[in-house]
């Protein structure tokens, strides 16, 4: 089977090889003039499992109003008539509650841990190397409340 994979990032990329070792023909179109230079050029390189988690979060409300009175805040959101906008975000703030980010978190977990053992298994498969550090990260909190969660 003939298939075309957009985007040229480390998802399209792995996924064009999974789909190539299954016997499929394979063609990857990014817009970009070479691969990984947009999501895959933002997250830094970083997998870490440990660290999945909903954006939805019971305290995620109070912080987005914060957010979006600052200067050069994480969250922006140009108002416009756009029922699609709305409804988006009247889902996740129906997802901000305790109850909900923990069933949500515990779905992505196992989703993450299988990323990261696959990922494993395709640099042994492939012999790709890249500079990996599997030494923990430090967290920094300057209040007690940031590193309770709230």
């Known amino acids: 089977m003939k298939v075309i994979v957009l985007g040229g990032g480390v998802i399209g990329v792995t996924t064009a090889y999974f789909l190539t070792e299954a016997g499929h023909e394979v063609t990857v179109y990014d817009r970009q003039p070479g691969p990984a230079l947009e999501t895959s050029f933002a997250n830094a390189g970083e997998v870490s499992p440990g660290y999945a988690s909903p954006w939805a979060g019971p305290g995620v409300p109070i912080k987005a109003v ?20 709305w409804t988006w975000l009247l889902k996740m703030l129906r997802n901000c509650t305790a109850g909900r980010y923990a069933l949500n978190k515990s779905r992505m977990v196992p989703l993450a841990e299988y990323s990261r053992d696959t990922l494993k298994a395709l640099r042994e498969a492939t012999g790709i190397t890249y500079d990996e550090r599997a030494k923990g990260t430090l967290q920094l909190f300057r209040k007690q409340k940031q590193l309770d969660g709230t």
């Not at 914060?66 to 906008?85: C, H, I, Q, S, T």
């Open 66 to 85: 914060k957010w979006l009175l600052m200067k050069y805040g994480p969250l922006v959101v140009r108002p416009a008539f756009d029922p699609n906008m």
